[in-house]
């Protein structure tokens, strides 16, 4: 398994920016799909956005298509999440997650996961 840790969360205005970072640890990084996921209060963690072994192929959530990009550095064992036009439904404890191989969407198929970073999206 990988070891996942979350940075970058805050509080930001409506319409402002982030950056996500996602540190993991291991030599078998590049061999994994990533994904951000997030859960907002009193909801359902919720599928946000994944990328492919290679950064060949990205999926997102409708709620975040056109604002948010995901992207992997593999060399630096990191995965991105870059929020723009941030929105108050946006707020949310963010997860990345990890799973070998194959592209997926749901919260069960990843098996390994960070602590999460906070973010809150003012209005």
């Known amino acids: 398994q990988v070891q996942l840790v979350e940075s970058g969360g805050g509080l930001v205005q409506a319409g402002g920016s982030l950056r996500l970072s996602c540190a993991a640890s291991?030599?078998?990084?590049?061999?994994?799909?990533m994904g951000w996921f997030r859960q907002g209060p009193g909801k359902e963690r919720e599928f946000v956005a994944t990328i492919s072994w290679n950064g060949g192929s990205t999926y997102y959530a409708d709620s975040v298509k056109g604002r948010f990009t995901i992207s992997r550095d593999n060399a630096r064992n990191t995965v991105y999440l870059e929020m723009n036009s941030l929105k108050p439904d946006d707020t949310a404890v963010y997860y990345c997650?990890?799973?070998?191989?194959?592209?997926?969407?749901?919260?069960?198929?990843?098996?390994?996961w960070g602590q999460g970073t906070r973010v809150t999206v003012s209005s």
């Open positions: 291991g030599r078998t990084f590049s061999s994994y799909v």
């Open positions: 997650a990890a799973r070998p191989y194959t592209l997926a969407y749901r919260v069960a198929d990843f098996g390994s």
